[in-house]
């Protein structure tokens, strides 16, 4: 089975400033999705961006990309000029890309705080 | 911008009671998708749905749990006899494909008591 860990349960970071959150998944599989996901406050689940495995180029959203690192297993969410609404709790996921294999994993999440 | 929505916002329940939670999932999304996260845990995989069968569930998805579509636009969750630890919030998702990005909603906070 496949398992996310984000060993980061929290970070904080001067507004402006950039931020990295860490995450590890463990897989068999050589074809796979990653996905960073925002919990804020209100507790909704937004997505923030999504890698596909077999693209060795990293995934970029305005001020968000990711470090997907494939052979060691690592897929990082980096965070530029970093804003107060960016506060929130992020999730790390992983999804098979196995045909009927739909479900999430998800890691613990990382806990961001931004400070003015 | 599209969305999925998710009613109740909270609902709250009498250990033993059955309870429905419903979903709207964006408009032209084909697959479905309950999650639930326990206060302070990670998001657990309940369920997936597609073309008006269960795709995918969980050992948590056991038999008193049960989805259903009953219209085009609803996707809802049943709990037949709620227990204590049942209490979550209770969040649905969609995606265009299978492979595509789940959306979720806003979530349903059950409160088991």
């Known amino acids: 089975a496949q398992t996310v860990t984000q060993s980061q349960p929290e970070m904080s970071v001067q507004e402006a400033e950039t931020v990295t959150l860490s995450c590890t998944y463990d897989?068999?599989?050589?074809?796979?999705?990653l996905f960073w996901y925002k919990q804020p406050p209100s507790r909704q689940m937004i997505l923030v961006i999504r890698?596909?495995?077999?693209?060795?180029q990293n995934a970029t959203e305005n001020r968000f990309s990711v470090n997907f690192q494939k052979a060691a297993k690592s897929f990082s969410l980096k965070i530029s000029d970093s804003q107060l609404g960016d506060a929130a709790m992020y999730f790390c996921?992983?999804?098979?890309?196995?045909?009927?294999?739909?479900?999430?994993?998800f890691g613990q999440g990382t806990r961001l705080t931004i400070n003015p | 911008e599209p969305e999925v929505t998710q009613t109740p916002s909270h609902q709250v329940t009498q250990m033993g009671q059955e309870v429905i939670l419903r979903c709207v999932p964006i408009?032209?999304?084909?697959?479905f998708y309950w999650y639930r996260q326990i206060l302070g845990q990670k998001v657990e995989f309940l369920v997936s749905?597609?073309?008006?069968?269960?795709?995918?569930k969980s050992e948590i998805f056991d038999d008193q749990f049960s989805v259903e579509r009953p219209d085009g636009s609803n996707f809802t969750l049943k709990i037949r006899s709620t227990k204590l630890e049942d209490s979550a919030m209770y969040f649905c998702?969609?995606?265009?494909?299978?492979?595509?990005?789940?959306?979720f909603g806003p979530g349903t906070r059950l409160t088991v008591t």
């Open positions: 998702a969609s995606s265009e494909r299978g492979r595509a990005g789940q959306y």
């Open positions: 897989t068999s599989e050589s074809d796979y999705y």
């Open positions: 890698q596909e495995a077999y693209k060795q």
């Open positions: 996921a992983y999804r098979s890309a196995i045909s009927g294999a739909q479900k999430l994993v």
């Open positions: 408009s032209n999304h084909l697959y």
């Open positions: 749905f597609y073309n008006n069968e269960i795709s995918e």
